[in-house]
C-alpha cells in the first residue's frame, strides 16, 4: 500500500489531453513540493516534473505539473505514443522523515 | 554528463550481506545529496535512503523497512556512494538504484538522475 495514491492506468488517444492524479496528506504534499517521475520497462526512472511545476531541460512543454492541498496532477498534452510508460509520483514526508512514491500509473496510448 | 554506474549486485542467501556501489561523474559529488531507491520485480519504486551532501555534514535518513538493516556511505575524493546491505531478506530482492539529489550544496529538491540499477536478489 503506497503512501501516495495514484490510479493503476490511464489511456488516451494520439493528441488528447490526459491527467494523472496522485493524492496525499497534510505530511507529504500538503507541505512539500512533488515531483514526477517517467519509466519505460526495463530502464530507469527519469524525472519529468520537480518541485510541482518546473520541468528538467529537455522535457517537452506538453507535460506539466500542478497541486492542490494534499493533491497533485501531472497533465500530458498532445499525446504521442511515445509517452505509453509509467509514471510515479513522489514527495518528501516530515512524518516519515523520507521520500514516499505512489504506486504508480500505467499509461496507454490507444 | 552526468552518469552514475552501480554495481556489487548478485544473489545472496537470506541473512547475508552485500555492499553496493555507485560511481559518480560529470557533476560536482560533493556538493549533492544521493539517494538510493529500489524498485522489487514488477512493483513500484520504494525510497531506501539518502545521505546528505557536506554542507549538510553528510547525515543519513532511511526507510522505516531498512533501518538497522542497511548504511549508506560517500567518499567524496572517490565520487562514490555505498549501499551496505545486511540482515538481508527475500523482501530486499530488487533493482537498486542510486540517484543524484537535485539543487545544489543548499538546496535539494529529490532524486534528478538516476542510475542503470543493479539487481540484488535475496533466495535460499
Redesign the interface.
Known amino acids: 500500500q503506497s503512501v501516495l495514491t495514484q490510479p493503476p492506468s490511464a489511456s488516451g488517444t494520439p493528441g488528447q489531453r490526459v491527467t494523472i492524479s496522485c493524492s496525499g496528506s497534510t505530511s507529504n504534499i500538503g507541505s512539500n513540493t512533488v515531483n514526477w517521475y517517467q519509466q519505460y520497462p526495463g530502464t530507469a526512472p527519469k524525472l519529468l516534473i520537480y518541485t510541482g511545476t518546473q520541468r528538467p531541460s529537455g522535457v517537452p512543454d506538453r507535460f506539466s505539473g500542478s497541486k492542490s492541498v494534499t493533491s497533485a496532477s501531472l497533465a500530458i498534452s498532445g499525446l504521442q505514443s511515445e509517452d505509453e510508460a509509467d509514471y510515479y509520483c513522489a514527495a518528501w514526508d516530515d512524518s516519515l522523515n523520507g521520500w514516499v512514491f505512489g504506486g504508480g500509473t500505467k499509461l496507454t496510448v490507444l | 554528463e552526468v552518469q552514475l554506474v552501480e554495481s556489487g549486485g548478485g544473489l545472496v542467501q537470506p541473512g547475508g550481506s552485500l555492499r553496493l556501489s555507485c560511481a559518480a561523474s560529470g557533476f560536482i559529488f560533493s556538493d549533492h545529496y544521493m539517494?538510493w531507491?529500489r524498485q522489487a520485480p514488477g512493483k513500484?519504486?520504494?525510497?531506501v535512503?539518502h545521505t546528505r551532501n557536506k554542507a549538510n555534514s553528510y547525515t543519513t535518513?532511511?526507510?522505516?523497512s531498512v533501518k538497522g538493516r542497511f548504511t549508506i556511505s560517500r567518499d567524496d575524493s572517490k565520487n562514490s556512494l555505498y549501499l551496505q546491505m545486511n540482515s538481508l531478506k527475500t523482501e530486499d530482492t530488487a533493482v537498486y538504484?542510486c540517484a543524484k539529489g537535485?539543487g545544489g550544496r543548499y538546496y535539494y529538491?529529490?532524486?534528478?538522475?538516476?542510475?542503470?540499477?543493479t539487481t540484488v536478489t535475496v533466495s535460499s
Open positions: 539517494d531507491v513500484g519504486l520504494e525510497w535512503g535518513e532511511y526507510a522505516a538504484y537535485g529538491y529529490g532524486m534528478d538522475v538516476w542510475g542503470q540499477g
